[in-house]
């Protein structure tokens, strides 16, 4: 039998073993606990992030899992909301929440059911061939479509869309654009919004009035838009009506910005431009396209020279 002094305390060691202080127990547990301390104070912000974000997550998960079966209808609302917004893949949550909605369907309002309609077609989660969820919604919605405001009418037409239910895009083209028509004063739409009526003008055979266009420009105007694809959306939306009025020349200015700091293919730009042929006696209009062609060259020069 030996013994050795450690700075602590006093350790018994036999050929069949060790017997150890509890000190020593408190001792490693205590290392364990800084080492992990540690290891999570030396992640960078991002990746400490993530993982809150992952633990959130399956929380949420789980606490659905349990619950959703005795949501009411504004719960559930506010759940499928949240299953979006914290980016759950779950088929099987979506497969819960479409059987309590079987079981109240009776219960929501129309605005509910564009929530959770909305939710479940903008989440990760979403299959094209789970007809039976998407075919509830339709079923339910129905003719309430009509009593709709405008941005439902929007989050709507999204969800119609990526379901491709072409009758329902229809549809709801239809009340958007009477809405635009009767009561723009009231209505403040956001970029995704904005790209949503862009695409119902530019890539449909609607019959469209001045007031229109005045109002769908003004929309253009005070939108301050982001994604390139939705500045292309606006060009073509300026050039199929041959409106080049303040609010296009405005959209110019960003462009020329845009190429000059190389973030979207001025190609493109040109394209458009170039299919352009009679702006009116439009004259500050036409400065602008000038000056935009301009910057167009000068780019290609300079990403043309070896």
Not at 42 to 63: F, R, T, V
Not at 152 to 161: H, K
Request: proline fraction near 1%.
């Amino acid at each position: 039998m030996k013994y050795f002094v450690t700075k602590c305390c006093l350790v018994k060691c036999s050929r069949g073993g060790a017997w150890f202080n509890p000190l020593l127990r408190k001792q490693s547990t205590a290392q364990i606990l800084l080492c992990g301390r540690a290891f999570f104070s030396s992640l960078s912000p991002g990746k400490h992030d993530l993982i809150k974000h992952m633990e959130e997550s399956y929380n949420l998960e789980e606490a659905v899992i349990r619950r959703v079966s005795k949501m009411n209808n504004t719960a559930l609302a506010y759940t499928c909301e949240d299953i979006n917004k914290k980016r759950i893949n779950s088929r099987y949550i979506w497969e819960l929440v479409y059987n309590r909605i079987n079981e109240i369907k009776k219960s929501f309002s129309v605005n509910e059911l564009v929530v959770i309609f909305h939710a479940y077609c903008h989440s990760i989660s979403f299959d094209i061939n789970f007809s039976n969820f998407i075919n509830l919604f339709w079923d339910l919605l129905g003719d309430k479509i009509r009593d709709l405001d405008y941005l439902s009418l929007i989050g709507l037409y999204f969800c119609a869309e990526k379901t491709g239910n072409v009758e329902k895009m229809e549809e709801i083209s239809n009340f958007l654009l009477a809405y635009i028509l009767e009561d723009c004063t009231q209505i403040k739409v956001a970029e995704k919004g904005l790209a949503v009526i862009l695409k119902i003008l530019c890539y449909t055979k609607k019959n469209v009035d001045n007031k229109h266009i005045s109002n769908v420009s003004n929309f253009i105007q005070n939108v301050d838009i982001k994604e390139i694809k939705n500045i292309f959306l606006c060009l073509h939306f300026f050039i199929k009506f041959k409106s080049y009025n303040k609010s296009f020349v405005i959209l110019l200015k960003k462009i020329q910005s845009l190429i000059i700091f190389k973030k979207i293919n001025y190609y493109i730009v040109f394209k458009y431009l170039c299919s352009i042929y009679s702006m009116n006696n439009n004259s500050m209009a036409m400065q602008e396209v000038k000056r935009t062609l301009s910057i167009i060259y000068l780019s290609h020069r300079i990403n043309s020279c070896p």
